[in-house]
């Protein structure tokens, strides 16, 4: 063996037995919880009319979401990259708005617009002088409709993207062979977007099939898979409870397997070069209502956003039948900073987030760099174990490892974790992982191979090459998966409910606890401290990048 | 094939940001003729093109198919065919699907569009390809299935984007030969644009130089070559030393050095001129032939079937002779004459 690949082992060993332990091995005590009695959990499961019915609607409001936000989406990236008209770069601006809020902050924000008592539904019931509201908001509909709101985002994104690498000379070989817009759209456009539309579309089903705080909130009597899992680990039914976590993740890697296929089929090397023209939309009528439908678009982006901001104002107990909350106070904001007790779930948040974070940086380092830059036995593994995170919906996880880490037992590789700090970062390190991985296997992709051995072969050692060339040559993805990493341990809800403790819980477990008490203020206090957060680890997370691309252009300048 | 029409551009303009990328261009491409629009990158030939096809509206002037205006007609209603500089074929479809997509467009029934989509490969060279993947194509097959493409649909005018700019030097001159021959056995009205010279002279009927968004002269490609109608002609076209001269109409008076030579002249400017010395116009003379300059021979480069010398005649003359003679060494002392009459000359 040479010295090169005892180096890789010597990596790549530990990494891939500590991720092994740490994904698969969880999900295995799960599988295995499922045959505990036998085949009873099984029989159990399939003869709950419950669980079935749960199944089914997950799978509606699954597809349900896909279909919304692909409807909203790919129209969305059409208007903003191919057309010129007022409003476009506000409606741009905020295209991407719902992606700032952490997924219970939305539901909250839903909840105080829309929800029966909500600011908008009241507005409505005034209007019409109606006596009781026109909506109650809970069941499948609104699960949809925050859904579409947050989830669209991905769509737009996606299909934004391949529009900007798609390649117009085709449209206008298309259109110079007397092709009209329909049938350039029908056999052209559309056609070569499918693998955009198709991973944003998979994005979306996944994110649905795990979205546990909508239903959680808003479900009333509807029943879902991941809600379903968290009352069966309630109720002590935990054998229960394995089949729905496995039967959920299952579902999940099947859609991914399915749609990976028919991306892979439908995907296609562009031989031109991308370019991007709008084209000012010149009918007076079309530019009318393509400006009326940004400025609309554009008010119904920010109200969530607006609402938590003013409620967050408000003062607690006093906002009952008003249309809006008759008191406003800094109060709220005060006690999170003044209040022990409020101001540990802060403090939990941010020291969770930055341990798993952390703990992201170093671990993807390691591995993307062995998946992109070596070739060693283990590789086609180490990837797999890296994506699998990704697969498995969140409440999946967070049983996984409730069942694996609830006792000491170090000859069966357990330890005890449940009950302590330490279970929420790990959960969150775990969720964490195809992110960081994926988007530093992105940058060093980009790097060229032989600058490594060039390094080498100029006398650098390992650190010093580690350090002025691939450390660099991995930072934008570092920094990139960083960030995402960060924001969605700020926010994460879905393995904290599964999971918390009283001393460790987050900022999102206690928003749930003050709506139950109905302090509204301080849960939307709360709400806009981690959207603040959000934004910050966002623009630190820009600046960081621009300031380091400055720092090296003038040194190379 | 359908009756060939011509295509006349008017005074066709294009600013951008207060800049003039095409500057009143006016041409026109007679019916079943192959013009090729040649110019620098930056010279404003694709936006040229580009307003032909329809794809950039120009800001004034017009274009016409025969004597009909169609310069508000969208690219879709103009009846051209294109071919795209990377082909631009949909890489989702096979290469027979790329062909007939014209004809669906046209509403042709699958049956006949079929039939002829094969016949247009055939015409290609390309008959066995129609279910193959566009991936599988060579740069060559590529061209020729962008081409099939484009003429399937019986064009009024076929425009081409720099259609050879993507193929390696050998296939590229066996391509130039056989575009040149299926566009002339077709007869169809064509608008070529490129870089390269040599590609322009090789496939096309006449030929036009753009320069900075101006039509510089159009002619056959020996009129550029020969008869330069300016510096920056005679400049861009083929390599030359410009020399200083004097012309009398008659007869341009070259000095160099020492010695004045005077030949027939061909141009219109008078008085002080620059005479054009073509490397293959000029030749190494035997000592003691009439009208020769003296020279050393500065660098020497063999080129297959001749020699490029270098030959530097005085302090500020160097010129560049190509000649199948390969005994003059780097170094010698040899003698130039100037070959063909008339000399082309230039005003300063």
């Not at chain 1, 909203?72 to 057309?83: H, K, N």
């Not at chain 1, 539309?197 to 029943?223: C, D, E, K, N, T």
């Not at chain 1, 554009?298 to 906002?319: I, Q």
């Not at chain 1, 008759?326 to 939990?348: G, H, S, V």
């Amino acid at each position: 063996m040479s010295d090169r690949s005892r180096g890789t082992w010597l990596l790549a060993g530990p990494l891939l037995a500590l991720l092994a332990w740490l994904v698969v091995f969880p999900n295995i005590q799960v599988i295995a919880g499922t045959f505990a009695h036998g085949l009873d959990s099984w029989r159990e499961f399939l003869a709950s009319p419950g669980d079935r019915e749960a199944l089914r609607t997950t799978l509606v409001i699954s597809i349900g979401s896909v279909l919304a936000a692909t409807a909203i989406g790919v129209p969305l990236a059409f208007l903003l990259t191919r057309f010129d008209f007022p409003g476009r770069r506000a409606l741009g601006a905020v295209a991407t708005l719902p992606n700032a809020l952490p997924p219970l902050v939305g539901v909250v924000a839903f909840l105080f617009l829309y929800g029966e008592s909500g600011v908008v539904t009241r507005s409505v019931q005034h209007l019409l002088g109606l006596e009781h509201a026109p909506w109650t908001f809970t069941g499948i509909w609104p699960i949809l409709v925050i859904h579409a709101y947050t989830m669209y985002v991905y769509v737009y994104l996606f299909v934004a993207a391949g529009l900007e690498r798609y390649d117009s000379s085709l449209d206008e070989a298309a259109a110079g062979l007397g092709a009209g817009r329909a049938l350039r759209l029908r056999r052209i456009t559309l056609p070569l977007l499918t693998p955009s539309i198709a991973g944003a579309m998979l994005l979306v089903f996944m994110s649905s099939l795990a979205s546990f705080s909508a239903p959680y909130v808003f479900g009333g009597g509807v029943r879902v898979m991941s809600t379903q899992i968290l009352a069966s680990k309630l109720n002590g039914a935990m054998g229960l409870a394995y089949v729905e976590t496995t039967v959920l993740a299952l579902t999940a890697v099947a859609a991914l397997v399915l749609l990976r296929w028919f991306e892979r089929r439908r995907s296609y090397a562009m031989t031109g070069k991308g370019r991007v023209s709008r084209a000012p939309i010149v009918s007076r009528g079309a530019r009318t209502a393509a400006a009326v439908t940004a400025v609309i678009a554009v008010a119904l982006l920010l109200l969530p956003h607006a609402m938590l901001v003013l409620v967050a104002f408000a003062r607690d107990g006093v906002w009952t039948t008003q249309l809006l909350p008759p008191e406003y106070t800094l109060d709220n904001f005060a006690r999170l900073a003044r209040d022990t007790q409020l101001w540990i779930p802060i403090r939990n948040t941010i020291n969770m987030t930055v341990l798993a974070t952390a703990a992201n940086i170093v671990v993807c380092f390691a591995a993307a760099y062995l998946i992109v830059l070596r070739k060693f036995r283990g590789r086609r593994a180490l990837e797999l174990l890296v994506i699998l995170p990704w697969a498995i919906p969140a409440t999946a996880i967070a049983l996984g490892l409730a069942s694996t880490f609830n006792r000491n037992d170090p000859l069966a590789a357990r330890v005890l974790l449940v009950g302590t700090f330490w279970i929420l970062p790990l959960a969150y390190f775990i969720r964490g992982v195809p992110l960081v991985a994926n988007a530093i296997q992105g940058s060093l992709a980009q790097m060229d191979p032989s600058l490594e051995d060039a390094a080498r072969g100029l006398g650098a050692n390992w650190w010093l090459t580690l350090r002025h060339v691939i450390f660099p040559a991995a930072r934008p993805g570092l920094i990139a998966g960083a960030m995402l990493t960060a924001i969605m341990g700020i926010g994460e809800f879905v393995a904290s409910v599964v999971l918390y403790t009283h001393s460790n819980r987050p900022v999102s477990i206690e928003i749930l606890a003050q709506l139950r008490d109905l302090s509204f203020g301080t849960a939307a206090a709360y709400s806009v401290v981690l959207i603040v957060m959000v934004l910050a680890i966002t623009l630190g997370a820009r600046r960081w990048e621009s300031k380091l691309v400055r720092a090296e252009t003038a040194v190379l300048g | 094939m359908r009756t060939p029409s011509s295509l006349t551009l008017d005074a066709l303009t294009r600013r951008f940001s207060d800049r003039n990328v095409v500057d009143a261009v006016s041409l026109t491409v007679p019916a079943g003729q192959l013009l090729a629009l040649v110019g620098a990158s930056g010279s404003g030939k694709t936006t040229t093109l580009r307003m032909v096809a329809g794809y950039e509206t120009p800001d004034s002037g017009r274009v016409l198919i025969d004597d009909t205006d169609i310069t508000g007609t969208p690219p879709q209603s103009r009846d051209f065919g294109m071919v795209f500089q990377h082909y631009a074929l949909f890489p989702h479809l096979r290469v027979g699907e790329n062909v007939a997509f014209g004809l669906e467009a046209r509403g042709v029934n699958k049956p006949d569009r079929e039939r002829r989509a094969l016949d247009a490969l055939t015409t290609v060279g390309l008959a066995n390809a129609a279910q193959r993947t566009v991936q599988s194509l060579s740069g060559g097959e590529q061209q020729r299935v962008a081409l099939a493409r484009a003429l399937v649909i019986e064009p009024r005018v076929l425009l081409l984007d720099e259609p050879l700019s993507n193929l390696d030097p050998t296939l590229r001159r066996d391509m130039r030969d056989e575009l040149r021959a299926t566009l002339h056995r077709l007869g169809v009205t064509a608008l070529f644009v490129t870089h390269d010279q040599e590609d322009a002279f090789a496939v096309a009927d006449r030929v036009a130089l753009l320069a900075n968004g101006k039509l510089l002269q159009a002619g056959t490609p020996e009129e550029l070559y020969d008869a330069p109608a300016s510096r920056a002609v005679a400049s861009f076209i083929g390599h030359a030393a410009l020399v200083p001269a004097s012309n009398d109409g008659a007869r341009v008076s070259i000095a160099i050095g020492n010695t004045t030579h005077a030949f027939a002249a061909h141009g219109t400017a008078r008085g002080n001129v620059l005479a054009v010395l073509r490397p293959d116009a000029l030749a190494l003379a035997r000592d003691g032939a009439p009208r020769t300059w003296k020279g050393t021979v500065t660098s020497r480069r063999f080129a297959g079937g001749h020699v490029a010398y270098h030959v530097r005649l005085d302090d500020r003359t160097t010129v560049e002779v190509v000649s199948t003679d390969r005994g003059a060494a780097e170094g010698s002392t040899v003698s130039v004459t100037i070959a063909r009459e008339p000399v082309a000359v230039v005003a300063p």
